[in-house]
Nanobody, 118 residues
Framework: VQLQASGGGLVQAGGSLRLACVAP???????????MAWHRRAPGKERELVAP???????MYADSVKGRFTISRDNGKKTVYLSMNNLEPEDTAVYYC??????????WGQGTLVTVSS
């Protein structure tokens, strides 16, 4: 699966961004059978799971983003989104999308940089 992430950029604290991750061709499975997630890696830190979403659209969130971020998916467009509101400088990171099939096969996107200025 070639996951293509986009939507990152520079934003001031308190601002919003929406990331998108498209899977134009699925060799793992049909998109609606993939569990999707957004992860991030901040400078000098380990990679962190931000928000996963299941095939039936159940979502979970890291405590640090609860109430501010929303993950969603559009199976018709083979796209998963991460809407980020009230951004904080601590949200600065490279954001990666991730796909996992029912058989356990996985794929990662190339990452999109989000920079939040104070």
């Amino acid at each position: 699966v070639q996951l293509q992430a986009s939507g990152g950029g520079l934003v001031q604290a308190g601002g919003s961004l929406r990331l998108a991750c498209v899977a134009p061709r699925s060799i793992l499975s049909t998109f609606n059978a993939l569990e999707m997630a957004w992860h991030r890696r901040a400078p000098g830190k380990e990679r962190e799971l931000v928000a996963p979403i299941t095939t039936d659209r159940r979502a979970m969130y890291a405590d640090s983003v609860k109430g501010r971020f929303t993950i969603s998916r559009d199976n018709g467009k083979k796209t998963v989104y991460l809407s980020m509101n009230n951004l904080e400088p601590e949200d600065t990171a490279v954001y990666y999308c991730h796909a996992r099939s029912g058989s356990g096969a996985q794929s990662w996107g190339q990452g999109t940089l989000v920079t939040v200025s104070s």
